[in-house]
């Protein structure tokens, strides 16, 4: 417990365990609310209990809000289209004070996506961290003005001491900061190419003042422990491997998890031969130094775009008769890896898995992969002929003349030049909302999709530092723009832990115009995640029906829905204000052509 003023209100006391302090829930980024007063048999009665504006979205380019918001003491702090920080009243959704990093800077663009932000605090000292484009504000949270004195006058342009020359090249942060003790850390860093791009090395900041503490290379310099992954000098010039989707923190011993993207360019890597460590690995970081701790590479010599999308979850489970401090890792290629949270190894076997070379001039490929062989994938791997979608005789002549023209395969099957299929796609499978994971019921919840990419190269331009480039990259889609692969096309997944499989799978959404049709229920692609509670109830959004639900944690039964003004493509949260739980989602669309919204929706019983 804990005391703490409300601005313009009298002292309360709040219980920290029962609000959202974390991006992820907690420090872990376990997505678990010990908060019990919404339950199976009283979810069907949730209503709105206030919603919240945030006045900045815009429809041509369309905006969308991928925030979790978080809540301490009583306040809860967001950021919205334009990437704004805003305190709200928890209880009320009153509007306390509005943060602008951008005031002044007219575009017609959002600066970005930004997923949320970070608090801290040291006694009287409370301060939320923001990232906006390659810069961290550090920002009073009573008064929403500036720390003055972090950085320069509340900011750090984190293009800045990167050990890096970044003439030309860009930065950016999407996912929010963590903190452990008074080390601020900080991921971000370039895109994935073919275009130069800045690596995405690893910072931790002093909390107080802003000066560097130290940085972790995510691309090993000469010297650094797995430089030799690298050829030549292709260490120097390599961008990406970055971490875009969130870390987490153990707590318990002091680390840091990151799980890394791809290197640069993340299709053909001719030019950068090896297994290019530390791209596509979880890597747990000594929070107050910098220095390695584990690591476990999950794709060696990416050209599949097979990054890690979200934050690794700190979970504590029980396997085998025994209780396990593990780390979960969802994988855009379906996995969900899980890792002996003290040294890196794999809690559930691991098969390493021969895969065929790249007929791309210039490429070597690992000559295997690891696959784990608990829990299964939670979408389908590779690509079959039986596959392709079935709804019409249309729509599966219009997508099987695509695929008769490409090459596929099992997972991990290489895209020669003239073209071939990756599956699951670039957005996976699970992507950024990562999994929750019940302590109760020993069980992870993970929302994943059914999205399949094609893509085809080219000579790239002169003066580029790759030889090839994309001719196409698109997604696999009917002539009426659904899934070309057979449904379903989204799920919901429980994993019972100590069995290492699944305990119950339901179809997640549906396109209502195909139902109306008769196409039974397809599911639907989702961006965001789902939590989970002590009170049995799972929460997911992000489905294209624009729907927020409620599952039933032990069965998957769908015990609420509720239909949002737009797309509710985040990751929702729950907490305790004022004697009540309320379920806080963004509800903004703008996503694949959806309309743009700016609303906050807190539901309450």
Same mark, same amino acid.
């Given at each position: 417990?804990?005391?703490?003023?409300?601005?313009?209100?009298?002292?309360?006391?709040?219980?920290?365990?029962?609000?959202?302090?974390?991006?992820?829930?907690?420090?872990?980024?376990?997505?678990?609310?010990?908060?019990?007063?919404?339950?199976?048999?009283?979810?069907?009665?949730?209503?709105?209990?206030?919603?919240?504006?945030?006045?900045?979205?815009?429809?041509?380019?369309?905006?969308? #809000?991928?925030?979790?918001?978080?809540?301490?003491?009583?306040?809860?702090?967001?950021?919205?289209?334009?990437? $704004?920080?805003?305190?709200?009243?928890?209880?009320?959704?009153?509007?306390?004070? =509005?943060?602008?990093?951008?005031?002044?800077?007219?575009?017609?663009?959002?600066?970005?996506? &930004?997923?949320?932000?970070? !608090?801290?605090?040291?006694?009287?000292?409370?301060?939320?961290?923001?990232?906006?484009?390659?810069?961290?504000?550090?920002? &009073?949270?009573?008064?929403? $003005?500036?720390?003055?004195?972090?950085?320069?006058?509340?900011?750090?342009?984190?293009?800045? &001491?990167?050990?890096?020359?970044?003439?030309?090249?860009?930065?950016?942060?999407?996912?929010?900061?963590? /903190?452990?003790?008074?080390?601020? @850390?900080?991921?971000?860093?370039?895109?994935?190419?073919?275009?130069?791009?800045?690596?995405?090395? #690893?910072?931790?900041?002093?909390?107080?003042?802003?000066?560097?503490?130290?940085?972790?290379?995510?691309?090993?310099?000469?010297?650094?422990?797995?430089?030799?992954?690298?050829?030549?000098?292709?260490?120097?010039?390599?961008?990406?491997? &970055?971490?875009?989707?969130?870390?987490? /923190?153990?707590?318990?011993?002091?680390?840091?998890?990151?799980?890394?993207?791809?290197?640069?360019?993340? !299709?053909?890597?001719?030019?950068?031969?090896?297994?290019?460590?530390?791209?596509?690995?979880?890597?747990?970081?000594?929070?107050? =130094?910098?220095?390695?701790?584990?690591?476990?590479?999950?794709?060696?010599?990416? *050209?599949?775009? !097979?990054?890690?999308?979200?934050?690794?979850?700190?979970? =504590?489970?029980?396997?085998?008769?025994?209780?396990?401090?593990?780390?979960?890792?969802?994988?855009?290629?379906?996995?969900?890896?899980?890792?002996?949270?003290?040294?890196?190894?794999?809690?559930?076997?691991?098969?390493?898995?021969?895969?065929?070379?790249?007929?791309?001039?210039?490429?070597?490929?690992?000559?295997?992969?690891?696959?784990?062989?608990?829990?299964?994938?939670?979408?389908?791997?590779?690509?079959?002929?039986?596959?392709?979608?079935?709804?019409?005789?249309?729509?599966?002549?219009?997508?099987?003349?695509?695929?008769?023209?490409?090459?596929?395969?099992?997972?991990?099957?290489?895209?020669?030049?003239?073209?071939? #299929?990756?599956?699951?796609?670039?957005?996976?499978?699970?992507?950024?909302?990562?999994?929750?994971?019940?302590?109760?019921?020993?069980?992870?919840? *993970?929302?994943?999709?059914?999205?399949?990419?094609?893509?085809?190269?080219?000579?790239?331009?002169?003066?580029?530092?790759?030889?090839?480039?994309?001719?196409?990259?698109?997604?696999?889609?009917?002539?009426?723009?659904?899934?070309? #692969?057979?449904?379903?096309?989204?799920?919901?997944?429980?994993?019972?832990?100590? $069995?290492?499989?699944?305990?119950?799978? /339901?179809?997640?959404?549906?396109?209502?115009?195909?139902?109306?049709?008769?196409?039974?229920?397809?599911?639907?692609?989702?961006?965001?995640?789902?939590?989970? =509670?002590?009170?049995?109830?799972?929460?997911?959004?992000?489905?294209?029906?624009?729907? @927020?639900?409620?599952?039933?944690?032990?069965?998957?039964?769908?015990?609420?829905?509720?239909?949002?003004?737009?797309?509710?493509?985040?990751?929702?949260?729950?907490?305790?204000?004022?004697?009540?739980?309320?379920?806080?989602?963004?509800?903004?669309?703008?996503?694949?052509?959806?309309?743009?919204?700016?609303?906050?929706?807190?539901?309450?019983?």
């Amino acid at each position: 417990m804990s005391a703490a003023t409300l601005p313009g209100a009298r002292a309360k006391t709040f219980d920290r365990a029962k609000e959202w302090n974390h991006y992820g829930g907690d420090a872990g980024a376990s997505r678990y609310s010990p908060a019990s007063r919404i339950t199976k048999s009283n979810v069907k009665s949730l209503k709105v209990a206030w919603t919240h504006k945030t006045a900045d979205s815009n429809a041509r380019p369309a905006t969308s #809000i991928e925030c979790t918001p978080i809540v301490v003491d009583g306040v809860l702090y967001l950021t919205t289209a334009r990437v $704004k920080v805003q305190a709200l009243d928890a209880a009320s959704g009153k509007l306390l004070w =509005t943060f602008d990093p951008g005031e002044g800077v007219a575009a017609r663009r959002a600066p970005g996506v &930004n997923r949320g932000v970070c !608090y801290w605090e040291e006694g009287d000292d409370r301060r939320i961290f923001a990232t906006y484009r390659d810069q961290l504000w550090a920002i &009073n949270a009573k008064t929403g $003005k500036p720390v003055e004195g972090f950085g320069a006058k509340g900011m750090l342009d984190l293009k800045e &001491n990167f050990d890096h020359d970044m003439k030309g090249l860009t930065f950016k942060h999407s996912s929010p900061v963590v /903190v452990f003790k008074d080390v601020v @850390i900080t991921g971000g860093g370039g895109g994935e190419g073919p275009y130069p791009e800045a690596p995405g090395h #690893i910072r931790g900041w002093d909390a107080k003042t802003g000066q560097r503490r130290w940085i972790f290379h995510t691309i090993p310099k000469p010297g650094e422990f797995g430089h030799e992954t690298w050829s030549g000098d292709s260490w120097k010039y390599t961008g990406g491997t &970055n971490n875009w989707g969130g870390m987490s /923190v153990d707590t318990k011993r002091g680390l840091v998890i990151a799980g890394i993207g791809s290197p640069s360019f993340d !299709y053909w890597g001719g030019n950068r031969s090896g297994d290019n460590l530390f791209g596509n690995c979880v890597l747990a970081i000594d929070a107050l =130094t910098g220095k390695r701790k584990w690591h476990y590479q999950i794709v060696r010599h990416d *050209i599949w775009d !097979y990054d890690m999308p979200c934050q690794a979850a700190v979970i =504590t489970m029980k396997y085998g008769g025994k209780t396990v401090d593990a780390v979960v890792q969802p994988t855009k290629q379906a996995f969900l890896f899980f890792l002996d949270r003290e040294t890196g190894k794999p809690v559930y076997p691991v098969e390493e898995r021969s895969i065929p070379g790249s007929k791309m001039p210039g490429e070597v490929l690992a000559k295997s992969q690891p696959h784990p062989l608990k829990p299964p994938p939670v979408s389908r791997i590779g690509w079959q002929e039986d596959w392709i979608t079935d709804i019409s005789p249309e729509a599966r002549a219009h997508v099987k003349a695509i695929v008769d023209k490409l090459e596929h395969g099992k997972l991990f099957h290489p895209a020669p030049m003239s073209g071939g #299929i990756i599956h699951p796609g670039f957005r996976g499978g699970p992507l950024w909302g990562g999994c929750s994971f019940d302590p109760k019921r020993n069980c992870v919840f *993970i929302s994943s999709d059914e999205t399949t990419n094609w893509i085809s190269f080219e000579e790239s331009k002169p003066g580029m530092n790759v030889k090839y480039a994309l001719s196409n990259r698109r997604e696999l889609l009917d002539h009426e723009g659904y899934p070309g #692969i057979k449904p379903p096309w989204g799920y919901m997944t429980a994993i019972d832990l100590e $069995k290492g499989d699944f305990k119950w799978r /339901v179809v997640n959404g549906e396109f209502k115009e195909l139902t109306r049709r008769g196409v039974k229920k397809t599911g639907t692609p989702s961006h965001g995640g789902c939590i989970c =509670t002590a009170g049995g109830v799972v929460f997911m959004a992000g489905t294209f029906d624009k729907m @927020i639900r409620a599952f039933d944690s032990d069965t998957g039964e769908v015990l609420w829905q509720y239909e949002l003004p737009a797309g509710g493509f985040a990751t929702p949260m729950t907490y305790e204000a004022g004697g009540k739980q309320y379920v806080v989602i963004a509800a903004a669309g703008g996503k694949s052509g959806s309309e743009a919204n700016d609303e906050f929706i807190a539901f309450s019983l």
